[in-house]
């Protein structure tokens, strides 16, 4: 699919679009679904690259690497019931942009890797694309939901040198990790989507979780 902000109805002189709240959040649903999606086609075709190049039982800490520690996962659905949808949407932003660095990074290393297959390479490219497509969709979220003061985060992490490593086995460790990790919170993404979704369509009627 397209940018979850892109308009197939624009004006004549093709300067402004409106695009319905509902229309906005079911296009990042559906982003987020597809990016989950392949997120776990990668793991697997990765795990199956590894085991071509004699690499078995790579360990990756648990926690390693993984999502930005101020986007706490709600455990109970009590919890659940009493975050906010500014903190879903804020959650979702900071998962979304702690990811596009690391995953540009997989994508530029794993074009150094020997035999690595095509439909590795493939979806890490899509994925590297779509996650800059769904910060976008969320930041029209939040100006349509929140207003234009909704826009500030506060403890972002920068990511920019988090996967440093010149040994080929730490490099392969490396890139493992971030894919590793990613689907994870792109399922965490996809379920936060899904709940916002739910409250702003269905509101009081919603039923998620």
């Known amino acids: ?21 509902d229309k906005l959040l079911e296009r990042a649903v559906q982003h987020a679904e597809l990016i989950h999606r392949i997120s776990e086609e990668s793991k697997l075709l990765f795990d199956e690259m ?7 039982n790579l360990h990756i800490s648990e926690g390693t ?8 996962v709600p455990m109970s659905k009590t919890e659940i ?19 596009i660095n ?3 990074d997989v994508q530029a290393s794993l ?6 297959p095509s ?7 899509w994925m590297s694309t779509k996650i800059i497509s769904l910060e976008q969709g969320i930041l029209v979220l939040i100006r349509q939901i ?3 003061g909704g826009l500030v985060l506060e403890g972002t992490e920068d990511t920019s040198d988090r996967f440093v490593s010149s040994d080929m086995l730490e490099t392969v460790r490396r890139d493992y990790s971030v894919i590793y990790c990613f689907r994870k919170d792109a399922h965490k993404i996809q379920t936060f989507l899904k709940l916002l979704k739910c409250r702003q369509i269905d509101k009081e009627n919603c039923s998620y979780f």
């Open 1 to 21: 699919i397209g940018s979850p902000v892109d308009c197939p109805d624009k004006d004549t002189a093709g300067t402004s679009c409106t695009i319905s709240l």
């Open 50 to 56: 590894l085991i071509s190049f004699g690499v078995v």
């Open 65 to 72: 690497m993984c999502s930005p520690k101020s986007v706490p």
């Open 102 to 104: 690391p995953l540009v």
């Open 119 to 125: 439909a590795l390479l493939n979806r890490s490219k």
């Open 111 to 116: 074009m150094n890797y020997e035999n690595v």
């Open 146 to 148: 929140l207003g234009e």
């Open 81 to 99: 019931q009493q975050i906010s949808d500014k903190w879903l949407l804020h959650s979702v932003l900071i998962l979304v942009q702690f990811w």
